[in-house]
């Protein structure tokens, strides 16, 4: 692991946009002598990967029985070989484990070698994994004595409650420094991203007797810089020979089985081998008709759900160009959390698939603006920069080439706009709510609006495949919501600026869901007709109930009589006559 790679991880997340340019320059001078005799600016994608596949090989997780097993446990295990380092958490069920990295690869051998066994039980089916759970000492204890002094993480994988968030953020100072705190406190933590390769390492080990050169590669949010703790595992496995397995000067030539061409048959077959070796995994899905077949899967020892996918390394390349415009300038990231949650907040976005857009396209979208900005380069632009080792071409000879090592852009292609965190964020949304959407489709290939070639209501060109659009499944419903929130959003933030702060100030006010937001919070003096939506301020069961003449009955009786009373066993009901009276005007003037 490169000792930049390895400060970054050490010394955590930088508290604030201020502060990135002062730990980078240290992070830098400590890298030079090690690195090279030029300081490295920027770690690419491979070699974080490559560090964080070392540490799963050098890691088990054990399950304990509380925090207080740490002595113990550390005092056994240090008999055997030299640990590195112990992070403990609790999965949903308060289950305690212990994530144990050894110094080498070769300790954590020689650790199971010499005090690992398997249960006596004929219920059991015998394998290794890298779970393990630690069984009490039979008779008396041994006295611990942990050369280390405390555990390096403890309770690593809890959310953070909601009402400390917003309290942190309630007393920030800037918008700038709100969105950097929900950054900070809401990324993918360092353990999440070590259990999230343990889990690929485990299936690695799994069927290491079943293909040559078997690789699991975790990909999307989990290593693309842009995962929230808690966010799904996305897994591609991949066999492919290197050039000195198939060495023709070599006689002797393995026997081998010409296989099913198709994906969706090899993901049948590792189904079932999750289903029944796979420690750990519960609830297997298979979902095998669709264009990139997958296989769910939920894997309750590190609380974390998967998506499987067979040689599908165009998600790869996609996360390593995400990743490289992430690392080319610290507001990237946590701008696009922001609009993440966001979008959650304002229900642009959902946990199951449908009509509406989606983190990834979403995700694009900064991306997008950023490059108007002149914060990012296009991808033309790394691709054009792009030399031989660079070269990568994924299934169906797709070609994902693009420059891989941001070191080597020229400094005036990026960073070129030094606006507050605050200031992109309304930008942002003054963008696209001015955006063609009917005539324009967005291009980081590009980077900028081309001609769209049909007539879907919202198109994103997808950076990789340049023919596919990512948001192909976007409803026109969902575009004109999209269009409505991200105008009210920039309404509103700019309210916010300009006045005195409320409790719901700034950020606040666009990433607290609607359904918990009171009647004081939307109805701003000077500001009730930007911000105020009808259904917002029902309480009726039914979110989507379309507003007829049967609503507009109950607002002009709910207007004269003074509205707290309920109409025909409904649950409308207004705070006062004056509410009343105001959402039937807004109601009879924009939407009836």
Known sequence: MSVLFQTVINTGRLCSYRNFKKSVTSCRCLAIRKLSDVPRKFINFEEVVAARRAEARRSVVVQVNSEASFSELHTYCSKYADVKGIHHYRNSSEEHFMLIEFNTEDNLKDVLRSCSSHQKDIDVMSLRSPFLWFRA??????????????????????????????????????????????????ILNDLGVRLRFIVARELEVMLESLYANIEVHPFGSSVNGFGRMGC????????????????????????EKRIESRPARQLELLAELLDMRAVGVARVQRILHARVPIVKFAHHITDVDCDLCYSNMSGVYMSELLHLLGSLDPRVRPLTLAVRRWAAA?????????????????????????????????????????EKEDIRIAEDNLNCTFLRDANKLPPTSYSQNDSSLETLLLQFFEFYAQFDFADKAISLNEGAAVRKPNGLPLYIVNPMEQALNV?????????????????????????????????????????????????KKLLRVGNSQRLVSVKDLFTNEEDNQPVGNDIKDKLDRLARKGGNEKVDKSKVKFKNSQVASEVYRIRRDKLL
């Not at 309770?155 to 909601?162: N, V």
């Not at 595992?233 to 000067?249: A, K």
């Not at 990834?360 to 033309?380: D, G, I």
């Not at 006045?499 to 937001?517: A, M, N, Q």
Request: charged content about 25%; hydrophobic content about 40%.
């Open 137 to 186: 000492a039979p008779g008396k204890k041994e006295k611990t004595v942990p050369c280390l002094s405390s555990l390096n993480t403890k309770d690593g994988s809890l959310d953070l409650s909601e009402d400390i968030l917003f309290q942190e953020l309630m007393s920030a100072q800037t918008v700038s420094d709100q969105i950097q705190l929900l950054y900070d406190r809401t």
């Open 346 to 386: 304002a229900q642009l976005t959902a946990t199951a698939p449908g009509r509406w857009i989606t983190n990834f396209p979403l995700t694009l979208l900064v991306l997008h603006f950023l490059q108007q900005a002149r914060v990012l380069p296009s991808v033309k632009l790394l691709v054009s920069k792009a």
């Open 232 to 255: 799904d595992l996305d897994l591609v496995l991949t066999n492919t020979l290197t050039n000195d397995m198939m060495d023709p000067s070599k006689r002797l030539v393995y026997q």
């Open 471 to 519: 948001s192909r499944n976007v409803s026109y419903e969902e575009c004109e919501r999209l269009k409505l929130e991200v105008r009210n959003a920039a309404w509103q933030l700019e309210a916010g600026l300009e006045g005195d702060k409320t409790d719901d100030w700034g950020l606040l006010g666009l990433i607290e869901k609607k359904s918990t937001r009171g009647l």
